[in-house]
Structures are given as C-alpha cells and as structure tokens.
C-alpha cells in the first residue's frame, strides 16, 4: 500500500534562518507531488507541485522553493524564513489527474 | 484556471439536523471534484469525488453531493448531523486535462450543537 511520510510535525525557527521539509511517498511511481500551505483562515493554498523529476511548477511567487530530487520525494525550502512563512505545511500525492489526493500529516512552522 | 469557492467559512447546525456545505467552482474543461475533511492539527481525508458518470455521489460517513454543471456548484449534504461530523470540509477541483494541479476552497467549518 502506498504510504507518506512528512517531517517534522513541528518546527520553530528563527526569522532569516533556513527551511527545509521533505516530503516522501512510498509504494508507487511517478506520482503527482504537492505542497499547500495553510495559514488560519486562509484554506489551502497550492505552493508548488510537481509531475516529474526536476519538473516544478510554482503557483505563488514568494520566499519559497522546492525541489524533486527523486521521483517520489518533494523538498520545500528556504534560504531566509519570515513571519509570514508561519503556517501548516502539507505535502500531498495523487497518481493522476483525476484521482484523489493523499496528505501527509503537515508541519507546523512558527516563524519567531 | 480553476478556482472554487465555498459559501459560509463557519457553518452552525444542531445535531441531528440537515448539513449543507456550498461549494461553487470554475473550470475552463469539464471538472473533476472532491470534498476532503480535516480534523485540528491532522491531514485531509477524502469524502467523495465525481470524475464521470453519475451526478449524485455517496461518500464516507453519510455525506453525499451532487455535480450541477449548469450551476457549476458541488454542494455537500448529509441529512442528519453527528457531533463527529465537527471539523473542516474543503471543497476542491481538477481539471481533467493539463497541468494536474489540484485547487482548494478556502474550507467551511462545521459546529455541531448540541
């Protein structure tokens, strides 16, 4: 059965510090990856999703960035944190287009 | 480019009541749509979808929504309320060709009274 992993639950940096969450799926191939982001109030919003390796697609220009080094792990990153990058993180994997999607368990990021 | 929006970002019923969660979307192409659930600090849970077929959809839990594609609107309903149902219900959609991202509403809270 397919499974993924995302870590850490939680987190507490620093503004100007670094940031990386990994995101990794395990038992299928080729999956469509996502990031979303949710601030209280603000539903999901779509950060960045991915169809392929080294394929990104960015949704919201902002202080983020991710990668896809391997096909079935989804890295978000940032050089230099802000207040505003607080929120819950979730990374989520579908095989298709019109299947659905399965979620990580998030990360909560306070940007101090 | 898709987009959804729900109606109501709290929705308060009392238990054993009619939930109805509203859910508007556009799409350029046909659609494809999913409701998802969130309890406090977990994931999302998938409810039901429509892809093709039938325009009345059954999902977990009692919950069941219909696809109008002339109101464009994918509302959520479940006839009689539990305090379990408490917790987030986003609406989301897909388009079926292209680029495969996948668009959320901004999420209906549901409070269930006593």
């Known amino acids: 059965s397919q499974t993924i992993h995302q870590w850490p639950a939680t987190l507490v940096q620093p503004v100007g510090s670094p940031l990386s969450l990994e995101c990794t799926v395990e038992?299928?191939?080729?999956?469509?990856l996502y990031w979303y982001r949710q601030a209280a109030g603000r539903g999901l919003q779509l950060l960045f999703y991915s169809v392929g390796i080294g394929q990104i697609s960015s949704e919201v220009p902002q202080n983020l960035s991710a990668s896809r080094p391997q096909d079935r792990q989804f890295i978000l990153s940032s050089k230099k944190l802000l207040l505003s990058d607080s929120g819950f993180y979730l990374c989520a994997w579908r095989k298709t287009g019109r299947g659905e999607a399965f979620f990580g368990q998030g990360t909560r990021l306070t940007v101090v | 480019a898709q987009s959804v929006t729900q109606l109501g970002s709290h929705v308060s019923v009392s238990e054993g009541a009619l939930v109805l969660l509203r859910c508007n979307y556009s799409s350029s192409v046909p659609p494809y749509l999913f409701w998802y659930v969130q309890y406090p600090n977990q994931g999302l849970q998938l409810l039901l979808k429509?892809?093709?077929?039938?325009?009345l959809v059954k999902g977990i839990n009692g919950f069941e929504a219909e696809f109008k594609k002339s109101e464009t609107s994918f509302h959520l309903t479940k006839p009689s309320a539990h305090m379990s149902d408490a917790a987030e219900y986003f609406c989301a959609v897909s388009e079926i060709q292209g680029a495969q991202k996948l668009v959320f509403g901004q999420g209906t809270r549901l409070t269930i009274n006593p």
């Open positions: 429509y892809t093709t077929g039938a325009t």
């Open positions: 038992g299928t191939s080729n999956p469509n």
